[in-house]
């Protein structure tokens, strides 16, 4: 085989060559928080190439999603018409890519697969010894929660290339790596760049102006701003106030007040927000998240906390029956001593704007909510580029049960709003008063 040189078709730009030079002298973590347009996914990818070259191995580039991961990478061409499968060439693959599953095989042994997040039980029982976390502010932390371990023990690495969507998980790692000598960490703007190789300059970003992209968005994606409103998020202002405002913070749990539950049941996972209200102050003091849980487990979840409960509300769907059980949530959690409500069945765009007037009352802790609270910062619409317009709905990913148990919440107090339903809605839904909250 003639000699090939690894990376293949790749030199690294001047302001990438630091990841390199610290990951080859022996670091094993890094975050690369890099505007957009940088070529942080295509410097990780070919980082994961050369090792996957040194050391047989399984190699994971997780994406937030399976169809993300296609597109990208799988799929992705850069600007010069190269793919960046081909940064692998063929000599040192061992047969043809397995399209279905997203795998290379070399033939060194290693396996390079592209992963979707959303669906990281796919990988379970796997010894990943390589891994990158592309756009981790908007995957589900529980994917890097679940091979961190892993990589602790075989002595592999992970890097996360991203740009940031606010102070969620996202920041978190960063703050982590900054004030972690062990980390490789940069943060690099366009003015970090600029004439050093990247694509980017100042003339581009003017141009994103007099096209209409907003400042928030601007500084986010060109600037890396945390503090930037998150332009497609669901909850971006809201967030972005309560923590200006001091609501993200200690909130502690009053024994002498009822808690009430706001569920959001899924096939996939079950969210629930415990508040106490206390006159207009709302106080969400505890969030509970289980994946292909039953709602058996959930409710005895819910005694082993020390919580005087008032009212569970669940949502429409708690008054279907299971067919494995015979009967419907609100059945089971009935038969167990639970007091339920079934919050009014209204639209998605109706719900989270009855949740984005709720999100001003809320006081959230910072430690027991914060899963649920950084996937309120990570909920999102789909955008679409070409048009330039958000989707009229939020994207499903591990974000949404959240958001959706935080709308139930808000539905279920909107009687406590001043202002009037039909001012909000088109068509007023039909009012039953015994959902009103106590």
Request: aromatic fraction near 14%; glycine fraction near 6%.
């Amino acid at each position: 085989m003639p000699a090939l040189t690894i990376p293949y078709k790749f030199k690294p730009r001047e302001y990438q060559v630091p990841f390199f030079r610290a990951m080859d002298n022996g670091c094993k973590r890094a975050v690369l928080v890099d505007h957009r347009r940088a070529g942080k996914d295509k410097s990780a990818f070919n980082f994961m190439v050369k090792e996957a070259m040194k050391r047989v191995g399984v190699y994971y580039y997780f994406f937030p999603t399976y169809n993300q991961g296609r597109k990208i990478l799988w799929d992705g061409i850069d600007k010069d018409g190269f793919k960046f499968l081909d940064h692998i060439p063929k000599q040192i693959r061992d047969g043809d890519p397995n399209s279905t599953e997203m795998k290379i095989r070399l033939i060194n042994g290693s396996l390079i697969q592209v992963v979707g997040s959303d669906n990281i039980d796919s990988i379970v029982g796997t010894n990943p010894v390589g891994t990158v976390f592309s756009e981790y502010p908007l995957q589900d932390p529980k994917g890097w929660e679940f091979v961190r371990p892993i990589l602790r023990e075989n002595g592999g690495w992970a890097v996360f290339p991203f740009t940031p969507r606010g102070k969620n998980h996202g920041y978190d790692l960063y703050e982590v790596a900054r004030n972690n000598p062990e980390w490789y960490c940069e943060r690099l703007t366009i003015n970090d760049t600029y004439g050093r190789g990247a694509l980017v300059g100042p003339d581009d970003i003017q141009a994103e102006r007099d096209a209409g992209m907003s400042e928030n968005l601007i500084q986010q994606e060109y600037f890396c701003s945390f503090d930037a409103a998150v332009e497609y998020a669901v909850f971006g202002e809201q967030v972005f106030k309560a923590r200006e405002e001091g609501r993200v913070c200690k909130v502690p749990h009053d024994s002498r007040i009822p808690v009430n539950c706001y569920w959001d049941i899924g096939r996939d996972g079950t969210a629930i927000w415990f508040i106490q209200k206390v006159r207009s102050e709302v106080r969400v003091i505890d969030y509970h998240l289980a994946f292909q849980s039953d709602i058996t487990t959930d409710l005895t979840n819910l005694r082993n906390r020390p919580y005087l409960y008032e009212t569970q509300w669940m949502p429409h769907d708690a008054d279907y029956k299971n067919y494995s059980t015979g009967k419907t949530p609100k059945e089971i959690a009935t038969e167990l001593g639970f007091n339920v409500e079934i919050v009014p069945r209204l639209d998605k765009q109706s719900q989270i704007t009855a949740a984005r007037i709720f999100f001003a009352r809320c006081w959230f802790d910072d430690e027991k909510t914060k899963p649920g609270f950084d996937a309120l910062s990570s909920w999102h619409f789909g955008y679409d580029s070409k048009l330039r317009v958000n989707s009229a709905l939020p994207v499903h990913d591990w974000s949404s049960h959240a958001g959706d148990a935080f709308c139930q919440a808000a539905i279920a107090h909107e009687d406590e709003i001043v202002w009037k339903k039909e001012d909000r809605y088109s068509r007023k839904p039909k009012r039953n008063t015994s959902w009103m909250s106590a």
